[in-house]
């Protein structure tokens, strides 16, 4: 079985930009949470999406906003991007009907700003 | 004050020690505790979780919840080098869709 996967693996934009990342959960999982992994910090819960409607966000400014498709694929768009959103951005994916909340992570797109 | 502590580390340890990896939380609604273990450039897999308070063992590997302390941890035996990565304890409330990780500690084996 496929597992999470994420496009691209890195990217480098300069401060200005916007930047959009791509996330394919795993089969049959219709939920998908973006994270975002800045160095010291830890992973910082930026955004959920389950079927196709934004269910959370976290304490993230509305410049960082995504979707969900029909395929339960996702992405994530950072508009006026500044210095420290480097960072590594995962996605991962669950099965809301499971008993717990076991999520899936991709490996990842880092993202760098110059 | 964060809902979830850990100890960054680095921590150091010659082949074969036994590792204790801790975290801290305030939130008494927590339920299920999970740990992941991330490899340098990788996403973070789930090695472990446990529902409420007690132990679980899986191979080299056992997850203590100590809910009265809010205290959870991770030992792993007979470490190898293969187990330097960073460690990442999780915790979410039941029937909730948030995780809160802790930052991370990162484990170096040395052989």
């Known amino acids: 079985e496929a597992g999470v996967t994420q496009s691209p693996t890195h990217l480098i934009k300069t401060r200005g930009q916007q930047a959009t990342l791509r996330c394919s959960p795993i089969?049959?999982?219709?939920?998908v949470y973006w994270y975002q992994q800045a160095l010291g910090l830890g992973l910082q819960f930026l955004l959920w999406?389950?079927?196709?409607?934004?269910?959370n966000r976290g304490n993230f400014p509305p410049r960082f906003s995504g979707r969900q498709f029909p395929n339960y694929s996702s992405e994530l768009n950072v508009n006026a991007l500044e210095l420290e959103d480097s960072a590594l951005y995962l996605c991962?994916?669950?099965?809301?009907?499971?008993?717990?909340?076991?999520?899936?992570f991709g490996p990842g797109t880092r993202l760098t700003v110059l | 004050q964060k809902e979830v502590e850990q100890d960054p580390g680095p921590l150091s340890v010659p082949e074969g020690a036994i590792v204790s990896l801790n975290c801290t939380y305030s939130n008494s609604a927590f339920q299920y505790f999970m740990w992941y273990r991330q490899y340098s450039r990788k996403g973070p897999e789930l090695l472990m979780y446990?529902?409420?308070?007690g132990n679980k063992e899986d191979g080299r590997f056992t997850a203590q919840v100590d809910k009265s302390s809010k205290y959870i941890s991770l030992f792993i035996r007979d470490s190898q080098p293969s187990d330097s990565a960073t460690y990442l304890c999780?915790?979410?409330?039941?029937?909730?869709?948030?995780?809160?990780f802790g930052t991370g500690t990162r484990l170096t084996v040395i052989p």
């Open positions: 991962a994916s669950r099965l809301l009907a499971g008993i717990y909340n076991e999520q899936f």
């Open positions: 446990t529902y409420s308070s």
């Open positions: 089969s049959g999982h219709t939920s």
């Open positions: 999780a915790m979410s409330e039941t029937g909730a869709n948030n995780l809160f």
């Open positions: 999406y389950d079927e196709g409607e934004e269910r």
